[in-house]
């Protein structure tokens, strides 16, 4: 293990202790290999599942497998057509295990994401009876103000380029707080807590992955 390694793990297992505090359930694993097993571990088969939009889940290859096994996917990018891809955003909302990342994590385990349609927000506050939320030890800050900036002025810019948005962060690479039509900042939720203990798990992952 490199120091880094030692570095990552460290930090992860602190922070781990904080979700406790906070009713979320938190792992910590050194790959990405590593994360999806973690991933497949936690969600039993045959169960429906489904994911917001995330560059780390696709970075860490848990698509794959989730295609070859045996769980009822809801996958938005098989819809014929925007009618069935709205209706397999409303079925996410009621799925077994939700997948997503966070686009920041404080050190005293508190989740911070922006959003643009809600969909991603919306599961992670009411619906799915299990988030799995897989993050990156580069997406952790000091702090709630710090992790805001990182997603203004890092994620955010990173996902516009992405998804090919006309907004001026995608040009200059930091916000500029914009209300032009393409904003993918639309809605920012800061989890504290779960209201239902278990519910939320984070699986740390000691690689960078994601914006």
């Not at 009713?23 to 999806?36: C, L, M, P, Q, T």
């Not at 860490?60 to 057509?81: E, M, P, V």
């Not at 904003?183 to 992955?209: N, P």
Request: aromatic residues 6%; proline residues 1%; contains cysteine.
């Amino acid at each position: 293990m490199t120091i880094k390694k030692d570095y990552y793990k460290i930090k992860a297992e602190n922070i781990i202790n904080n979700f406790k505090k906070r009713n979320i359930e938190g792992f910590y694993v050194e790959n990405s290999k590593a994360a999806r097993e973690k991933i497949l571990n936690l969600i039993q088969e045959n169960s429906s599942v489904s994911w917001g939009g995330s560059m780390t889940l696709k970075e860490i290859g848990i698509f794959s497998d989730l295609k070859s096994g045996n769980y009822n996917l809801l996958d938005r990018s098989t819809a014929q057509n925007s009618t069935e891809k709205d209706k397999i955003y409303h079925q996410a909302l009621s799925a077994e295990y939700y997948l997503m990342s966070s686009n920041a994590i404080t050190q005293s385990g508190k989740l911070v994401n922006v959003d643009g349609n809600g969909n991603r927000l919306a599961a992670l506050i009411y619906g799915p009876k299990n988030v799995i939320i897989v993050a990156g030890m580069n997406k952790v800050t000091a702090d709630e103000e710090s992790a805001v900036k990182r997603v203004r002025n890092q994620a955010a810019p990173a996902n516009s380029v992405r998804l090919d948005q006309k907004t001026p962060c995608a040009k200059t690479g930091h916000c500029s707080s914009c209300q032009i039509e393409d904003t993918i900042c639309c809605q920012t939720v800061i989890t504290r807590r779960s209201r239902h203990e278990g519910r939320i798990k984070v699986i740390l992952v000691g690689e960078e992955l994601g914006f």
